[in-house]
């Protein structure tokens, strides 16, 4: 039934035209023809969403007795038939069943998140390795340095013999410039900071919040230029290589497929309706790209404070993020390249793409009551890694210049303040006439596919255009 709370915009005419069987309100549709959700909640759709249209159910059926049989079958088979002789395999081979198992449970009992291609237990999976990133956090935080560090040693004997070089420079001749010198800049670690700014652009969507955290990241590195060396750039290395050339380009190739896949029209054809082997392959292939793909619209001329409050909290929260990259590479003393620091970059990435459609949504759905869980569990690991970087960190933080973690701060909250406003102004002046078009864009792009083969309509971020009261 409708909730007494739902917070109704006020400002603009709706019209509601579509109900369901017990006559609650499904849709309404705002003066500018904008969907506005209302009636019931819509956290269900962002913490576990459903699968129409399926044509193939043996993906989608339970097979909890097979998957219990076959798990069961694979833990006996390598507890007796492996060598037990070596304790050290031993208690690998123990922690291995242990994920493994959570890793089955997460499949059978996880919520799915809010997409659902190519599949909802690939996101089910990474709900699972998120939850236990956070138990493992958590089990270093009540450790001393000294046992986390003697684990890491453990699980890869190579870095016993590895120690940060805190007495090599940074950012020297800086007035020498050749072009052979900045050449030489662009490695392997620049096209990965290309790619990572382009998948934030597919993440985010939004020019002005891509480039305040872009901007601010660099602010960032020079006030904890004093803690951690690496931070210690060159101008020309942070201005043209760093802002410009890798996250310039990456926002525009990220923004630019956002475009192109806006511009497509979704309508999937069930994979049995497909004749040819090649279709079938095809459509296959196709099962990992978005079911369906629209413009979000973070902001708007008319949002309230609190959303205002909530895009400055996330351009902060996406700093403290890339900080915790640096400082836990830099207090265990990890090479940049190492496993160890690449595996977690992989999970924090996939881990933050439900976690930012959630975000989205529990801002701008004022029907949404409450944040995912993807998006909490990633809040907690944020928190916990940061609480792990000062509490084994401890003789790094000793030297903290006081003065420039509070200029930090307060350059951080002046800045997103500005631009969360800036781009409101700009929406406000120059984006009005923009709006009945990107209506009936929307309109198209929201089309639910037809014959939906292995799940559908998943990786779209809708936009809404009521305004939430947090």
């Not at 304790?87 to 009992?109: K, M, P, Q």
């Not at 000294?146 to 590895?162: G, M, N």
Request: aromatic share 14%; proline share 4%; net charge negative.
């Amino acid at each position: 039934m409708t909730s007494d709370s739902e917070k109704q915009p006020r400002s603009r005419k709706s019209t509601c035209s579509r109900y369901d069987d017990d006559q609650n309100l499904l849709d309404c549709y705002g003066s500018e023809g904008h969907r506005i959700r209302s009636g019931t909640d819509s956290f269900p759709n962002i913490n576990e969403r459903p699968v129409e249209d399926i044509s193939i159910e043996f993906f989608y059926k339970p097979h909890t007795i097979t998957l219990l049989l076959i798990s069961i079958c694979a833990v006996i088979y390598f507890a007796f038939v492996r060598d037990c002789s070596n304790v050290e395999d031993n208690l690998r081979a123990g922690l291995l069943s242990i994920v493994f198992f959570f890793l089955i449970i997460s499949i059978l009992t996880f919520p799915n998140g809010p997409f659902t291609r190519p599949h909802p237990v690939v996101w089910r999976i990474v709900f699972g390795c998120s939850v236990l990133y956070e138990i493992f956090l958590l089990f270093m935080l009540f450790q001393n340095y000294e046992t986390v560090r003697k684990i890491f040693v453990w699980i890869d004997p190579s870095l016993a013999s590895f120690h940060i070089d805190m007495d090599k420079e940074y950012g020297v001749n800086c007035s020498d410039i050749t072009v052979k010198k900045i050449y030489d800049h662009l490695d392997v670690f620049a096209v990965a900071h290309f790619l990572g700014w382009a998948f934030k652009a597919i993440l985010i969507r939004h020019l002005g919040i891509l480039w305040a955290i872009s901007v601010m990241w660099e602010v960032t590195e020079i006030a904890f230029a004093h803690l951690l060396p690496n931070f210690v750039e060159c101008w020309w290395d942070a201005m043209i290589l760093d802002v410009l050339v890798c996250n310039g380009l990456g926002i525009w190739v990220g923004l630019k497929i956002c475009q192109i896949l806006e511009m497509r029209e979704y309508k999937w054809v069930s994979i049995r309706d497909i004749e040819s082997t090649t279709g079938k392959f095809k459509r296959a292939v196709l099962q990992f790209t978005p079911g369906s793909w629209t413009t979000v619209r973070w902001l708007d001329p008319t949002c309230t404070h609190m959303r205002f409050v909530a895009l400055c909290q996330l351009v902060i929260f996406w700093q403290v993020s890339e900080l915790n990259t640096f400082f836990l590479k830099h207090v265990y003393e990890f090479p940049p390249s190492h496993p160890f620091v690449v595996s977690r970059l992989v999970l924090i990435g996939v881990i933050v793409a439900p976690s930012v459609r959630q975000y989205y949504m529990y801002v701008t759905d004022p029907s949404c009551s409450r944040v995912g869980t993807q998006c909490w569990v990633y809040g907690a690991i944020m928190m916990t890694e940061a609480l792990l970087c000062i509490r084994h960190g401890a003789e790094l933080f000793e030297r903290t210049q006081a003065l420039n973690i509070l200029l930090w701060l307060l350059c951080q909250s002046l800045v997103s303040v500005l631009c969360v406003y800036g781009c409101v102004l700009w929406h406000q002046y120059f984006a009005t006439d923009k709006n009945s078009s990107g209506a009936q864009q929307e309109s198209r792009t929201e089309a639910t596919p037809t014959g939906g083969d292995v799940g559908d309509d998943a990786d779209d971020l809708e936009p809404e255009e009521d305004k939430k009261n947090l």
